[in-house]
Every structure is written in C-alpha cells, then in structure tokens.
C-alpha cells in the first residue's frame, strides 16, 4: 500500500506573489531535514505539498517527525494514496485504518473533494464510508464531537488519500525567509528558547558565545554546542562563534566597580557581538533577555546594554514572558535537559555581590573609561573561534 506525507501550508498561504519564493525555500528546508532517511520527491497543489518516498524501507514515522519540526507547515500527516474510485477508498480506509479502528471505540468520517469531477460530494462519501466501517467494525459508534478516531478522505488532483487527523506543524514561515540575526548564546535556558522563536519567524540564526577559560570549563563549551545540535532540527544549521573573554573579565574585575561588573560585561559583549555579527552579514542581534528576571534586565539595564550597539536592532523574542513560560518552550523543543546542565558559563562567574539594577549610561561609560577597550576587543576577536553546527 502506498504511503507519503501530507503537509498543509500555513502563513505562507497569505503571501500572495511572494508565495513561491516562500514554498520553493520551504521545500529544501522539508528536504535538507529528511537527507539522512533516503530520497523523497516533493510537489505540491492547492496549499498541500506532498512528501513521496523514493526507496523502499523508509522510515515514515521519523520522516513525520523530522518534518513536524519544519517551520512553515501547519499541518502534517502520513496518508494511504488509492485511486479515485469509491470502492478503492472504502478497501483502503478498512485496511490502512484497521488497527486504529480495531482499537477505537467511537468515530467519524469527514471528506473533501478539491476534484469536483469525483461522483459523490463529500456529505455523500462521509455517509456512505461510516456506514461501510459500521458494517466492518461492528464495535464502533459514531461520535462527531469528540471520536477516538477520526477517518479523513481527500479527493484531491492526483488521487484520493486516507488518514487520521492532521498533526500539528511546526508552524511560522520558513527558515531563511526572513534574513539572518546573530544570537548571543550563553548555556542557559532562555536563549534557545530565542533562538527557535526567531527561527520560527524564518531567521537564519549565527550563534555567538562568550567562553572565559579556565574560569569556564571544556564542559560548558561542549554544552553550548549540544544545545546547538538540539536547535538545529528547528532552526537548520547554526554557525558558532566562540569568543574567548577572559582578558575582558579580567580587567573589569580589577578595575571596575563590583557593582556594575555585570553591566560592562555584557556592554562589551553585545558590541563584540555586533562586530562578528556585520563581518558575518547579519542584520540584527538576538538574546533571551526578559525583563526583570535578573538585576541586569530591568529596563535601566537594558537601556544601558542596548546602547552599546551602534547599528544593529536588538531582538528580545522572550522579554515579556516569565520563567514557567520560557520553561515551557524549552521543554517542548528538547533543549531544557541540556540547559540545566551544572556547568557555568561566563555571565555567572564574576557575578556582583549587590548588583546595580538602576543604572545610568554615564557612570558606565565613566567606570569603562579606564579599560583599553579598543586592546581588549582586538585580542577577543583574533582569539575568536569559528565551527558549524549541524
């Protein structure tokens, strides 16, 4: 029996003469996720792209659930392909179904038919079907609010597919659609959580962390790039950059006030970020800030860090949600275990007994004034390493 996947369009169904820039760019991302598993051909019509396996024993429940994590689909489905002709589509909905329907105690059918040259409408085939599995699987009662099973029959241009509910997609816009933003990716857990919402928006995502040898471990370095190889299956491959900045928190340390060593660092941090970000073609920056979860992200904070960025729009997908939320998206896209991994990274080492949560640009830039800074920037740069993560 032939089997492929279904994938219902979403957002990018609104797109109007852009929309076939958006479905060829969503098609090699569905094709780049499933490059492992074999080779499938994809097309598409009315809104639904169809994901045909190209070699025997291919793992179709992986391919479903690779593609569930593809940004741009709102629906997804493995489905029975059966000729247009009603006696094939009863056979085909008993047999491909029967486990489901064995094990069901209520159902429904529900129908489409895009090819209106099809003889029955669809009330016609909801009816006549029901009444085909009634007499198939005497167990069964038909329930239409809430069924264990629902039975589903399209009859589209090519031919008529069978299969249960649609799942839920990934949803969004496809990656790469919507430029390319360097994410500031420390070992925690809301910056992946940033990075898979600007994924989800079609950004290309360059990942940048700050490492501070030997006051950070090989452990938390390898952590962070766990955390990018859990991002990937969302938001495709991730360049990482990794900043040695030792020196810099070195020198803030000694000369610094205590309390405002979090504000300078993560001051010099968004502009080396900035820095790698322009040579690397971005056109924004990216960090899991949420305001009011720690001293430096009040708004006085934030104020002072932003500034300075000189051109780069700073993006903060998770700065109105609280720690439960975050929490709950991380859990959801597989990277929450890894985050709370026990291996600290640069923002935790230094960390002021009485932080400044009120501060004022200019007593920064005053405690900044006796950095090297320009010496200190240069030496972080050229130590900077670079990998891809895929």
Same mark, same amino acid.
């Given at each position: 029996?032939?089997?492929?996947?279904?994938?219902?369009?979403?957002?990018?169904?609104?797109?109007?003469?852009?929309?076939?820039?958006?479905?060829?760019?969503?098609?090699?991302?569905?094709?780049? +996720? #499933?490059?492992? $598993?074999?080779?499938?051909?994809?097309?598409?019509?009315? +809104?639904?792209?169809?994901?045909?396996?190209?070699?025997?024993?291919?793992? $179709?429940?992986?391919?479903?659930?690779?593609?569930?994590?593809? @940004?741009? @689909? =709102?629906?997804? *489905?493995?489905?029975?392909?059966?000729?247009?002709?009603?006696? =094939?589509?009863?056979?085909?909905?008993?047999?491909?179904?029967?486990?489901?329907?064995?094990?069901?105690?209520?159902?429904?059918?529900?129908?489409?038919?895009?090819?209106?040259?099809?003889?029955?409408?669809?009330?016609?085939? *909801?009816?006549?079907?029901?009444?085909?599995? #009634?007499?198939?699987?005497?167990?069964?009662?038909?329930?239409?609010?809430?069924?264990?099973?629902?039975?589903?029959?399209?009859?589209?241009? @090519?031919?008529?597919?069978?299969?249960?509910?649609?799942?839920?997609?990934?949803?969004?816009?496809?990656?790469? +659609?919507?430029?390319?933003?360097?994410?500031?990716?420390?070992?925690?857990?809301?910056?992946?959580?940033?990075?898979?919402?600007?994924?989800?928006?079609?950004?290309? $995502?360059?990942?940048?962390?700050?490492?501070?040898?030997?006051?950070?471990?090989?452990?938390?370095?390898?952590?962070?790039?766990?955390?990018?190889?859990?991002? =990937?299956?969302?938001?495709?491959?991730?360049?990482?950059?990794?900043?040695?900045?030792?020196?810099?928190?070195?020198?803030?340390?000694?000369?610094?006030?205590?309390?405002?060593?979090?504000?300078?660092?993560?001051?010099?941090?968004?502009? $080396?970020?900035?820095?790698?970000?322009?040579?690397?073609? *971005?056109?924004?920056?990216?960090?899991?800030?949420?305001?009011?979860?720690?001293?430096?992200?009040?708004?006085?904070?934030?104020?002072?860090?932003?500034?300075?960025?000189?051109?780069?729009?700073?993006?903060?997908?998770?700065?109105?949600?609280?720690?439960?939320?975050?929490?709950?998206?991380?859990?959801?896209?597989?990277?929450?275990?890894?985050?709370?991994?026990?291996?600290?990274?640069?923002?935790?080492?230094?960390?002021?007994?009485?932080?400044?949560?009120?501060?004022?640009?200019?007593?920064?830039?005053?405690?900044?004034?006796?950095?090297?800074?320009?010496?200190?920037?240069?030496?972080?740069?050229?130590?900077?390493?670079?990998?891809?993560?895929?």
């Amino acid at each position: 029996m032939k089997e492929l996947i279904l994938l219902k369009s979403g957002e990018i169904a609104l797109k109007g003469l852009n929309r076939g820039s958006f479905e060829d760019m969503l098609i090699k991302n569905a094709k780049r +996720s #499933l490059y492992k $598993l074999g080779q499938f051909k994809f097309y598409k019509a009315q +809104s639904t792209m169809y994901a045909e396996p190209l070699e025997d024993g291919i793992d $179709l429940d992986d391919a479903l659930a690779r593609l569930s994590r593809v @940004f741009g @689909f =709102a629906g997804i *489905c493995k489905a029975c392909v059966v000729e247009k002709d009603y006696e =094939a589509i009863r056979e085909a909905a008993a047999s491909y179904l029967r486990e489901e329907l064995e094990d069901a105690a209520t159902f429904k059918v529900t129908a489409k038919r895009s090819d209106k040259r099809f003889p029955m409408n669809s009330p016609e085939i *909801c009816r006549e079907l029901g009444g085909y599995l #009634l007499e198939r699987f005497p167990h069964l009662r038909v329930d239409v609010n809430n069924p264990d099973i629902t039975v589903v029959v399209e009859v589209r241009d @090519f031919a008529a597919y069978i299969h249960r509910e649609q799942l839920p997609g990934a949803g969004g816009i496809p990656v790469g +659609s919507g430029g390319s933003a360097a994410l500031l990716l420390s070992g925690g857990i809301d910056s992946p959580v940033a990075a898979y919402m600007m994924a989800k928006r079609g950004i290309t $995502l360059t990942a940048i962390h700050f490492a501070s040898p030997p006051y950070t471990s090989d452990r938390s370095l390898e952590k962070v790039k766990m955390l990018c190889e859990k991002l =990937a299956p969302w938001c495709g491959k991730i360049p990482l950059y990794t900043v040695s900045f030792t020196r810099f928190q070195e020198e803030i340390k000694d000369k610094c006030p205590e309390d405002l060593f979090t504000l300078i660092m993560r001051r010099q941090m968004m502009a $080396l970020a900035e820095t790698i970000a322009l040579k690397d073609g *971005c056109a924004a920056l990216i960090t899991g800030e949420s305001v009011g979860q720690v001293a430096s992200q009040t708004l006085a904070a934030l104020r002072c860090t932003e500034a300075a960025v000189g051109e780069l729009p700073v993006l903060r997908p998770v700065i109105g949600m609280d720690k439960e939320e975050i929490i709950g998206v991380s859990r959801k896209i597989g990277t929450f275990e890894t985050s709370i991994l026990p291996y600290e990274d640069c923002c935790t080492v230094f960390t002021p007994r009485h932080p400044k949560t009120k501060p004022r640009l200019a007593e920064l830039v005053r405690a900044e004034s006796v950095l090297d800074i320009e010496a200190l920037r240069e030496a972080a740069l050229e130590a900077t390493v670079f990998e891809q993560i895929w």
